[in-house]
Structure formats: structure tokens, C-alpha cells
């Protein structure tokens, strides 16, 4: 958040009636002892408050490694020759090994199920985050000095894929348009 120099003054304001003056009557009115007291109270507050988030936040991690690991037993692993494999156009191939190692280490595992083209990225079996993914494709542009600002078109496609063809498709168009070598 920048603020600027007309959101000083209501920023003053919310910190001197919701801090300053809590903070001085507290200290001013309070005795030691009491204040001492409400202090070992907060935290302890703060610690249970931050060992519950812990174990959720563990919770939602075993979850989800249970779940790939689920996926990786019904489909396989996947390497990236099978994956490039999948496409045949000579630029799309290109494109699906680049993407392959990003899609990798977006996994909680670090393993590739098995994918087919029709296969949804924030869904089964990837359940990628939308952001994720996005970060991940900025930097990969960013890499290979992909401007996406030519083609406003091709870079909604691009941000905007459902399933593994699109992106593998969009970023092809990329590779191809831009004329980047393969590597």
C-alpha cells in the first residue's frame, strides 16, 4: 500500500484514536501488576492463536500431497518426453517442454501426473492456483524475452488457458510468432 500525501492525514487520525490514545489510557490508568497481567495474557493468545494456523496451514498440506499422491497411483507419473509427445506441431512441442518443468514444480508432490491435452490446470490432476500459474508464465516470458504486449489477443489466451492444450497452444503461438530457437 503507498499512500500519498492526502492519505497522511486519515492515516494519522485511525493510528492516534485506534493505538495512541487505547495504548496511553491503558498504561496511564492500568497498574503494573495489571499490565503485566493483560501483557503474559496476549501472549499466550498470540501463541495458541499462531500454533492453530500452524496446524492448519500443516492440515491443508497433507491434504494436498494425499491428493497428488492419489492421482500420481490412478494416472502414473509423467516424463517430459510423453508430454512433448502429445503435441505435434514443432513449436507447441518446444513449448510443452518449457512448460513442463514450471508445471512440475508447481505440484505439491514435485511429481507429474500423467497428462492429456484436455486435462483442466486448476482442476484434477494438476489443481494449480490461477496466480500461481500467472506468476509462473510472467517469469517463463520473462526468461525467454517473450513481449506479450504485441499480441493482446494470443497474451489473453495465454493468462486465460483452462486446460494443458491452450496453455501449451498459446505459448506455441509465442514461440513461433516471437521466433525463438529451440533449445
Not at 492500568?30 to 495474557?41: E, F, H, P, T, W
Not at 496451514?57 to 497428488?68: C, D, M, Q
Not at 492429456?116 to 500461481?132: I, K, N, T, V, Y
Amino acid at each position: 500500500m503507498r499512500l500519498d500525501r492526502h492519505d497522511i492525514f486519515p492515516f494519522t487520525v485511525i493510528l492516534i484514536f485506534g493505538l495512541v490514545i487505547p495504548l496511553a489510557g491503558w498504561l496511564g490508568l492500568g497498574s503494573r501488576q495489571q499490565i503485566i497481567l493483560d501483557l503474559s495474557n496476549l501472549a499466550k493468545d498470540f501463541t495458541i492463536a499462531s500454533l492453530a494456523f500452524a496446524i492448519f496451514i500443516g492440515f491443508l498440506a497433507i491434504r494436498s500431497h494425499r491428493r497428488e499422491k492419489r492421482v500420481l497411483i490412478e494416472r502414473g507419473e509423467q516424463v517430459p518426453s510423453h508430454f512433448a509427445a502429445l503435441f505435434a506441431d514443432e513449436s507447441e512441442q518446444h513449448a510443452a517442454n518449457l512448460l513442463f518443468e514450471r508445471l512440475r514444480r508447481m505440484t505439491a508432490t514435485g511429481r507429474m501426473p500423467r497428462l492429456e491435452r484436455e486435462d483442466q490446470l486448476s482442476g484434477p490432476p494438476l489443481f494449480l492456483d490461477p496466480a500461481d500459474l500467472a506468476e509462473q508464465l510472467e517469469e517463463l516470458c520473462r526468461e525467454l524475452d517473450i513481449c506479450t504486449a504485441l499480441d493482446p489477443d494470443a497474451k489473453a489466451a495465454l493468462y486465460n488457458a483452462k486446460t494443458v492444450s491452450q496453455l501449451v497452444s498459446a505459448l506455441a503461438h509465442f514461440i513461433q510468432q516471437q521466433g525463438l530457437k529451440s533449445a
